[in-house]
């Protein structure tokens, strides 16, 4: 359990860690044939809702650093709300946690994609009362990123565990 807390905290204070250059003279910094150091750096993320019997939301934002070309690393966060009202009481669950990543780029639009995630994940026991427990994954796979028209290509995944 100290482990996976420590694991937390350092995606945490990676987030802290890896923010872009925040003033004029930062961002003209140069770093070689790849660019300024703005360019290197990448925001996204996914924001999920649903509706019905269970209601649920879900926020993920991500910040990631172009180490080459072909090579990036990143950190994701995670936060989950569900509210399930098929039961005569309503449940409600919150979710956190963080991952680190790697992607690397082999052929255009192909990655190779490598995380390690920590979840503390809430859940209701048979007695309705609630507890936690916190799992962590390593995840890879592959992902496909083609353009739709949009500024923004979306992204296919398909990731083992």
């Known amino acids: 359990m100290v482990k996976k807390s420590v694991v937390l905290v350092l995606c945490l204070a990676l987030s802290v860690v890896c923010s872009p250059p ?39 934002p991500l910040i990631g650093y172009h180490v080459s070309k072909r090579a990036s690393v990143g950190a994701s966060f995670l936060y989950r709300y569900r509210k399930d009202t098929r039961y005569q009481q309503d449940l409600s669950t919150t979710d956190y946690g963080g991952s680190l990543f790697a992607r690397y780029n082999v052929v255009k639009p192909f990655f190779v994609h490598a995380e ?21 994954s390593l995840l890879a796979g592959g992902e496909c990123r083609m353009a739709s028209g949009a500024a923004r290509p979306p992204t296919w995944s398909c990731s083992t565990t």
């Open 22 to 60: 925040s003033s004029a003279a930062g961002a003209a910094a140069s770093v070689g044939k790849t660019g300024s150091i703005s360019k290197r750096w990448f925001v996204g993320g996914w924001l999920g809702l649903g509706f019905g019997d269970v209601t649920w939301a879900q926020l993920s």
């Open 116 to 136: 390690y995630e920590v979840l503390d994940f809430e859940y209701y026991r048979a007695d309705l009362t609630t507890d936690r427990k916190v799992y962590d």
